[in-house]
């Protein structure tokens, strides 16, 4: 019988079952309508997946599955603009809850993306693919390619000129950390598609060095203020009342989540000999960043069979590299260029967790207030990304010290004015702070196309040899 | 040059050793980015204010490369910059360096200023201008900009010295006004690097002095008449900011044959056209209102490039302008973007438009690719116009 590739991938991304059948069809279109050809699901089939991406673990399948069955979904968008789902947009670093809040009020009256981040993760993580959608913005987009752009911002636009996406009936658009993002938006409002509607939240970068962003009382009711405000906007936009309870829920459920995958998350930092690349867990936190309209239930099911995998690895002493292999954090780690992660693996060190996603005791404190918006923009600016430099530095210095790893690197957000500009500044103060050598390795974190392995193989050589001497 | 303009280059290179004397003496010397932060409160405080606005050279914006990330504007970086090669005069002895924070360029490169210990005072501003509460967000900086500026000084703001700065530098603002007008003629009297310039000086140089020397250049120049040939290319020149310092570009265009004779640039030059603060009333919420919204929106403001693009029209019928010459920063990623929106509806108006970027990279290498461009594109609308 011939070989179905379709078939093949579903498999090795944890579709079980009567599943593989039903979803075959679909996947195929999808693919299509992604952009992927019969040769891409090969490649990511036979070659992409199994170099970096752990699949032997069933847990890794699964939560490489569950974010194909919401890139199964997002390739529906357009049929269901046509069919009266309100669209609903939104582009990262953003305040999830609120979108969690919209489809908890909306269900299938509403579908809810970041279409862009989801893209690159998908076509990137999986098909090394992302390329196309990049050169489709500069070379018809007029998005230029000198400048440094950020490459969400890019697919984003592509998506929409190449017909993946319908434009939404509101994108919400946030600028709380960099500017391109928000300004994107109004990019494809004037440039390529009038019917783009943004509703855009932001806060000024204003608080002093020795301030507690989500302490100042003020600061907390503008950034509520500013919630509520877009929120009632995006409403009218859609038809879709937001209410409190879903709004509560909409807490409840991502509190549950980032629960759930920082225990995994800590298991794999904190494991040793490592039980698991960096990649996975960075990967599965992605719900913590981009609102999932299918919901979580495959994502947490995936993490529940991963936890217990990772648990009975480290029982019986199991790992990816020998016990005291060095053990190396990272901003962030890069999941979507996975050969990264791949590459220091091959030198003997584990780049195992992102110091972003990595809790701190403030951000585990129960919110100070009952209101809704309130306790939403405390949260927010409990976040890495919500504080300003010197309370960035003094999180992440707690964070460094609860996973001792034997480095960071730092760096992989060279596009990025607001989260790449102050990584130098931050190594250096934390590494001054806790004697963990910091290193920075300018590059990408959603494509490679300036970073390529060959660009890097030196560098990331050097930097392992350096980290295994020291230890 | 006219000799008003010589004595206010003169008095705005002498400000720095005024200063430091100053400073001497017990007075406060209060240094300030961007085009958010009233000199009006930092003078009714009785304090001296600076702008940091310095650019135009390779090597400062280099030097902050340890700290920062490569893809920054050169501008931003170079308010470090030449602080690191030793060449920045006044932040050694500033008192305060009051820092807007609108763009993630300045707001990472503040953040680089508090790494590197300066006083620093930052004033928020938000982008999503048409709100009503941010506007509110700005007024209140504004507020705790003038507590900071009296816990410095010692001297409580009064609203009568408040309402003299501000009378002094509606003056000056006035008097750029009919400056501008005169931009209007067929042969302006003075080009767009002169009236740069002017702007430039017009930081530094104390405001009652200023705007008496600028009245006095208009009565000059009206009397003088045109310098520029009838049939010059007739420029706007827009982007974020010709610094002080980057004279290169505006000196090709004009030495190119033509004359830049309207700007619209969101920093680096007073928005004199309609930033009148009005003198009766809340005095602080006048300035706010008058810095945040009488003016075209900068590009980091959203929406904002529809509206600028509107405005770049008015300029265009009221200067006839004959070409448009955009002056970029490398790696300022929304004006480049903005500059896309730009290319497409100038190409719909079929108006000559030229792009330029510059890394202030301005060797003989750069420099003669650069002539060749701008003379071009001068040589092209004198064709279109039929000059020669």
């Known amino acids: 019988m011939k070989k179905d590739i379709y078939e093949d991938f579903l498999k090795i991304v944890g579709f079980e079952g009567d599943d593989i059948p039903k979803s075959l069809s679909e996947w195929r279109t999808a693919s299509e309508k992604l952009g992927l050809t019969e040769e891409d699901v090969r490649f990511a089939t036979e070659e992409w997946i199994p170099q970096n991406w752990d699949i032997t673990s069933r847990g890794v399948r699964k939560i490489v599955g569950a974010i194909i069955r919401e890139a199964i979904d997002l390739t529906k968008a357009n049929e269901y603009k046509k069919n009266g789902v309100k669209i609903v947009y939104g582009i990262m670093p953003a305040i999830l809850t609120n979108y969690l809040a919209i489809k908890e009020s909306g269900g299938d009256r509403v579908f809810v993306s970041f279409p862009d981040l989801f893209l690159v993760s998908v076509l990137n993580s999986f098909f090394h693919k992302v390329n196309p959608y990049l050169e489709t913005a500069e070379t018809e987009g007029g998005i230029s390619y000198g400048c440094r752009h950020c490459a969400l911002n890019k697919t984003r636009l592509a998506a929409r000129m190449k017909g993946v996406i319908p434009s939404p009936d509101v994108i919400w658009t946030w600028g709380f950390n960099c500017d391109e993002g928000p300004k994107t938006d109004e990019y494809i409002n004037c440039y390529y598609n009038p019917d783009w509607n943004v509703e855009i939240t932001r806060i000024p970068h204003d608080t002093h060095f020795g301030e507690i962003d989500d302490e100042n009382r003020e600061r907390v009711e503008y950034l509520a203020l500013q919630l509520k405000d877009s929120c009632e906007r995006v409403e009218d936009a859609i038809g879709i009342k937001v209410t409190p309870e879903s709004l509560s829920e909409a807490v409840k459920t991502w509190g549950r989540f980032a629960f759930k995958n920082g225990q995994l998350q800590y298991m794999v930092a904190t494991s040793d000999p490592l039980v698991l690349d960096g990649n996975t867990p960075t990967l599965a936190a992605l719900p913590l960043f981009t609102p999932f309209n299918t919901g979580l239930g495959y994502m947490e099911e995936a993490i529940d069979i991963l936890t217990k995998e990772v648990r009975e690895k480290i029982q019986k002493g199991e790992g990816i590299l020998p016990k005291g292999a060095p053990k190396v954090g990272a901003y962030f780690v890069p999941f979507p260029n996975p050969w990264l992660n791949t590459m220091f693996l091959e030198n003997g060190v584990g780049l195992n967790f992102s110091l972003i996603i990595a809790l701190s005791k403030r951000q585990l404190k129960p919110p100070t207030y009952k209101d809704p918006y309130m306790a939403t923009a405390e949260q927010w600016l409990r976040m890495s990304p919500g504080m300003n430099m010197g309370l960035e530095v003094e999180d992440t210095i707690e964070k460094v010290g609860a996973s001792k790893p034997d480095a960071v690197v730092m760096g992989f957000f060279d596009f990025d004015r607001w989260l790449g500009a102050h990584q130098k500044m931050v190594a250096k103060l934390v590494e001054e702070r806790t004697g963990v050598p910091h290193f920075y390795l300018e590059c990408d974190f959603y494509e490679d196309r300036d970073y390529s392995p060959e660009a890097l193989r030196t560098r990331i050589e050097s930097m392992c040899q350096v980290i295994k001497m020291r230890k | ?388």
């Not at chain 2, 932060?37 to 009785?46: D, K, N, T, V």
């Not at chain 2, 290169?248 to 265009?253: F, R, W």
């Open chain 2, 1 to 388: 040059m006219s000799k008003v303009m010589s004595e206010l280059a003169e008095m705005a290179r002498n400000r720095p050793i005024e200063l430091k004397e100053l400073k001497g003496k017990g007075g406060k010397v209060v240094e300030y980015t961007g085009s958010f932060i009233p000199e009006q409160l930092i003078y009714a405080a009785g304090a001296e204010p600076y702008l940091m606005f310095r650019g135009g050279e390779p090597e400062p914006p280099d030097t902050v490369l340890e700290y920062m990330l490569r893809f920054m504007n050169p501008h931003a970086r170079s308010q470090v910059g030449f602080w690191n090669l030793g060449l920045d005069p006044v932040t050694p002895f500033a008192d305060l360096v009051v820092a807007q924070q609108t763009d993630c360029h300045v707001g990472r490169i503040a953040e680089l200023m508090e790494y590197l210990k300066w006083p620093v005072y930052k004033v928020g501003v938000p982008s999503d201008w048409e709100k009503p509460h941010t506007r509110e967000y700005y007024y209140k900086a504004l507020g705790k900009l003038k507590t900071k500026l009296e816990e410095l000084t010692g001297n409580k703001i009064t609203d009568e010295e408040l309402k003299k700065s501000v009378v002094s530098i509606n003056k000056i603002n006035q008097a750029l006004r009919k400056m501008s007008e005169l931009r209007k003629a067929d042969s302006p009297a003075i080009g767009g690097s002169d009236f740069i310039l002017l702007n430039h000086y017009s930081f530094f140089c104390e405001p009652e002095v200023t705007a008496s020397k600028l009245e006095e250049l208009y009565e000059e120049l009206k009397e003088k008449g045109g310098v520029f040939p009838k049939d010059a290319p007739r420029i706007l020149l827009a982007g974020r900011i010709v610094a002080f310092g980057d004279y290169v570009v505006p000196k090709l265009i004009e030495d190119s044959g033509a004359v830049i004779v309207t700007e619209m640039l969101d920093e680096g030059v007073r928005h004199y056209r309609r930033q009148d603060v009005e003198t009766e009333g809340d005095l602080i919420r006048n300035i706010g209102e008058a810095y945040y919204l009488k003016r075209i929106p900068p590009c980091i403001f959203q929406p904002a490039w529809k509206h600028r693009f509107e405005r770049m029209q008015e300029l265009i019928k009221e200067y006839k302008v004959d070409g448009v010459v955009w002056y970029q920063l490398s790696f300022d990623e929304i004006y480049d973007m903005e500059c896309s929106c730009i290319i497409k509806w100038m190409d719909e108006l079929k108006m000559p438009f030229l792009k330029l970027e510059s890394s202030y990279e301005y060797s003989r290498e750069a420099t003669g690719p650069l002539t060749t461009r701008i003379e071009s594109f001068v040589e092209s609308i004198k064709e279109r116009k039929g000059v020669i």
